[in-house]
């Protein structure tokens, strides 16, 4: 499954956020991690957007199972 969200608002350096995830970000990634093995990916440009990419692999049996 891949779950793209793409805007086309003011963007930012992603390079200035490199190791300094919000909390929000920082449990996203955790929880798609651990609990479905996925994970998420931010690409933005300045002045043209953000783009945000989860992706979470084909599993064989539900979650919750």
Known sequence: ???????DGVGFNTAELAGKDSIGLSNVRF???QIVGGEMQIESIPERGTVVVITIPNQEKHVCE
Do not use: N
């Open 31 to 33: 929880r798609l991690k």
């Open 1 to 7: 499954i891949m779950i793209s969200i793409a805007d």
